[in-house]
């Protein structure tokens, strides 16, 4: 089953990377012209610690 939303952002990726010709450098200089240009601010939280996932062990029947 496709997604309609996905299937159109996918669409507008590749426009943008075609219109860049797959520079990455490029794409990446204009997103940065767009973020800025949104007049959004933009957060960065550092990074929290994973929480250690414990399992439990199962039991050895003799």
Same mark, same amino acid.
């Given at each position: 089953m496709k997604d309609?939303?996905? #299937?159109?952002?996918?669409?507008?990726?590749? #426009?943008h990377t075609q219109k860049f010709s797959g520079d990455l450098a490029a794409i990446c200089a204009d997103l940065r012209s767009i973020q800025s240009a949104s007049g959004f601010q933009v957060v960065r939280l550092s990074p929290r610690k994973a929480e250690p996932v414990f399992t439990a062990e199962k039991k050895e029947t003799a």
């Open positions: 309609p939303i996905v #299937e159109e952002v996918r669409k507008h990726r590749m #426009e």
